[in-house]
């Protein structure tokens, strides 16, 4: 029997990626759950496994190809694998019986194993259900080319005072929006929706790239997979997000020679106590006293989603690009787990071993600059998430304490928001309690 491989659904909103790399060949016996291939998708490298043991007969793609989820990338003659098991021999059953229960017990795992696959999909599922499925468009509002001038010089536009207003203050020319009231009248709902599908249409503005090889000799390279979804990722969240940034310093001094103090200790445990786990630690303290950080926001709905959890997303920087995973339940971990934690994940980012999981649920992120260099950057939100803490380089100033000038070392912090959800006030106040908190890491508690 010739079975398909097909791609399966990897993540959620994840529809297609890039083949990195096949595993295998033509002629090759594989084992069921054996990697064929890495995919490449903007949020990991995954490896696709096979779904039954026999022969590939078939590769239908190569590697740099972009395979959507169903297709079929290769095929296996699965009956080649029923071949080549050894018949059993009449003696083995009785053998088989007369072995000891306790060398049965491994032969049981794997089915231990596969009766909880079924019960974790369907722990899983109610949880898919319970989104709300996305409200249909609109046929009518959908954006659309704006009419010839002559068209636009006829009988009015069917819209009552209200819509026509809204319409003004969002800029919006009813000409370029048809209605799906009684007669083609524009509602309110109408000139809402074109609103936003202006919005979302507007990362991929359009642009003519000029020939640059007329000013000298160039080079062109495809963008890889992550480079593209990362950028138009980044376009969107800028579009989308009124984003403002606060910036401050923190004095850490004292938690310098705290690190010092107890490097020895972390080090007996395998562990290297870095500024971001310490960091990671007083921001998860931070959002329980400032939960508006750790929300979510629904324009469609109208609501303001409030997590009551603290999953923190690190910025890691790879050869591939910037990866986000994410590290889950920050608040409940002491500063050596998260500081174990954090350098797991970093090494799995950068040896790309990272899976769908590992980065997504984030509702907060760090981003740390000062391994190279830079005094402040303003870091762009990422949605659903509403901030994101930059740190930067510590360095070396003078301060003025006790009516003396004193070298400290100061810790740059730029913290970017969405002002739709965080007044800019309360983004002071927030960033204001992590750098006191950095100074005195015993303020948190109090």
């Avoid at 536009?157 to 524009?186: M, N, Q, T």
């Avoid at 020895?264 to 500024?275: M, S």
């Avoid at 469609?300 to 910025?315: N, T, V």
């Avoid at 995973?325 to 950068?350: C, M, T, W, Y």
Wanted: aromatic share 4%.
């Amino acid at each position: 029997m010739i079975q398909d491989v097909r791609v399966p659904e990897i993540s959620e909103n994840v529809e297609k990626g890039d083949v990195a790399s096949i595993l295998v060949s033509v002629g090759d016996t594989v084992e069921a759950d054996q990697g064929l291939l890495e995919l490449e998708t903007d949020k990991a490298v995954v490896e696709l496994p096979a779904p039954s043991a026999g022969k590939i007969s078939e590769i239908l793609i190569k590697e740099g190809d972009t395979v959507n989820v169903g297709d079929v990338v290769m095929k296996i003659d699965a009956d080649s694998a029923k071949a080549e098991e050894p018949e059993e021999k009449p003696g083995d059953a009785e053998k088989s019986d007369s072995q000891p229960k306790a060398e049965e017990a491994p032969a049981d795992e794997p089915e231990a194993e596969q009766d909880e696959a079924p019960a974790k999909a369907e722990s899983e599922e109610p949880a898919k259900e319970s989104k709300p499925a996305p409200a249909p468009s609109r046929p009518a509002a959908k954006a659309s080319k704006p009419a010839p001038r002559k068209d636009r010089e006829g009988d009015p536009i069917p819209a009552g005072p209200a819509v026509r207003k809204l319409a003004r203050e969002l800029g919006i020319d009813l000409y370029d929006i048809g209605g799906s009231g009684p007669r083609g009248r524009i509602l309110e709902d109408d000139v809402k929706q074109h609103a936003k599908n202006v919005i979302e249409h507007s990362t991929s503005v359009a642009y003519t790239m000029p020939d640059l090889s007329q000013f000298g000799p160039v080079r062109h390279e495809p963008m890889s997979k992550l480079r593209q979804l990362t950028a138009e990722a980044m376009a969107r969240a800028n579009a989308m997000v009124p984003q403002v940034t606060q910036f401050q310093k923190a004095d850490i001094s004292e938690l310098e020679k705290f690190r010092a103090q107890y490097a020895k200790h972390f080090a007996k445990q395998d562990v290297k106590l870095t500024p971001t786990a310490i960091v990671m630690k007083i921001a998860a303290e931070a959002l329980k006293k400032f939960p508006n950080f750790n929300a979510a926001i629904d324009m469609d709905a109208g609501e303001i989603i409030y997590r009551d959890y603290i999953h923190m997303s690190i910025a890691v920087d790879t050869d591939r690009g910037l990866l986000v995973p994410v590290i889950r339940d920050v608040d409940q971990k002491d500063l050596v787990q998260l500081a174990k934690d954090l350098g797991e994940i970093s090494s799995k980012a950068r040896a790309k071993k990272l899976g769908p999981a590992d980065m997504e649920g984030g509702s907060f992120t760090i981003s740390n600059q000062g391994s190279i260099g830079g005094e402040w950057f303003t870091p762009i939100v990422n949605p659903p998430q509403v901030a994101i803490l930059g740190m930067s380089r510590s360095l070396v100033e003078p301060r003025w304490i006790d009516e003396k000038w004193q070298p400290r070392t100061v810790l740059p912090l730029t913290l970017s928001y969405d002002h739709r959800i965080v007044d800019g006030a309360d983004a002071s106040r927030f960033l204001d309690w992590i750098c006191k908190a950095l100074e005195n890491p015993m303020a948190m508690f109090v």
